[in-house]
């Protein structure tokens, strides 16, 4: 599997979404980011878990403190990641554009559009 | 990022969702050509490095459809399955299978709208489970499906 599956999966609950969100703002610990969600602390903690095992967020030890923060590697990673498969879907549907382009327009089925192009 | 002439946008909707808009210089009568004839089809799903090897559609209720692409290291893979629901040239709904396991679809939704002399190409592809669409945009399922996280806006990424 390619390394990015583990990060998407950890981004498909909402939950994690809205602390990675938080994170984004500063780093924070886990009674931190209890505070604004309706959560207990231990599932916060499962949810961060889950969101370090994925590479998204990381650990800073800090005397007795754990405070959490974003891992700029990865979130830059699935940057340059969706900005490709976004130029890929963009350049299939080029592709398309060139071949309307190209059609013969009275080929087309009759269009209820009889207006001619400004 | 490259500037996009005819934007192109593409959301997370939901959990499950993600939905692709594109406009088209061109009226819904004749994208709808481009997506329902396979010579049409080949001219433009074809992917650099992956000729299509399959490419079939009848684009009817009751009918399927199966497109299949070839790579250089014998790489390959097809998409198929039923469509739904058609109503020509403006709407289709199919269900997409990746490489023949049934077990997790994605049901896509085509609208194609009139836009003064244009279209509005919108498409919805729903996904079983936010797990299921997270995996398929991880592993490339959706076949240069673009992504942007709109509704995923809780990612800090630049824009």
Avoid at chain 1, 75 to 99: H, S, V
Avoid at chain 2, 6 to 16: A, E, H, I, K
Avoid at chain 2, 89 to 99: C, D, L, R, S
Wanted: hydrophobic letters at 40%.
């Amino acid at each position: 599997m390619p390394p990015l599956d583990l990060p998407f999966a950890a981004l498909a609950d909402p939950t994690r979404r809205a602390i990675l969100a938080r994170l984004a703002e500063g780093e924070a610990t886990v009674q931190d980011l209890a505070r604004p969600f309706a959560i207990s602390q231990p599932a916060i903690s499962r949810h961060l878990k889950v969101l370090e095992e994925a590479g998204l967020i990381e650990t800073r030890i800090q005397g007795t403190a754990r405070p959490r923060r974003l891992k700029p590697d990865t979130m830059a990673q699935l940057w340059d990641w969706l900005g490709q498969y976004r130029a890929l879907w963009e350049a299939q549907f080029q592709r398309l554009d060139d071949l309307l382009d190209s059609l013969d327009d009275q080929a087309a089925a009759p269009s209820p559009d009889t207006e001619r192009k400004p | 990022m490259s500037l996009d002439l005819r934007p192109l946008q593409t959301v997370l909707d939901g959990d499950t969702d993600i939905v692709i808009r594109r406009d088209f210089a061109h009226p819904p009568a004749k994208v709808w050509r481009a997506l329902t004839e396979p010579q049409l089809i080949r001219q433009w799903m074809a992917i650099e490095g992956f000729p299509m090897t399959r490419c079939e559609i009848d684009p009817r209720v009751g009918g399927s459809f199966h497109y299949a692409w070839s790579g250089p290291d014998g790489n390959a893979f097809f998409f198929s399955g039923p469509v739904v629901a058609v109503s020509a040239p403006h709407h289709m709904t199919h269900v997409e299978y990746f490489n023949g396991d049934t077990s997790s679809g994605a049901t896509i939704t085509t609208d194609l709208e009139d836009q003064g002399s244009g279209t509005r190409m919108i498409m919805r592809m729903r996904y079983d489970s936010a797990e299921a669409r997270a995996a398929a945009i991880a592993t490339d399922m959706t076949d240069g499906m673009a992504e942007v996280y709109g509704k995923l806006d809780a990612l800090p990424i630049p824009d």
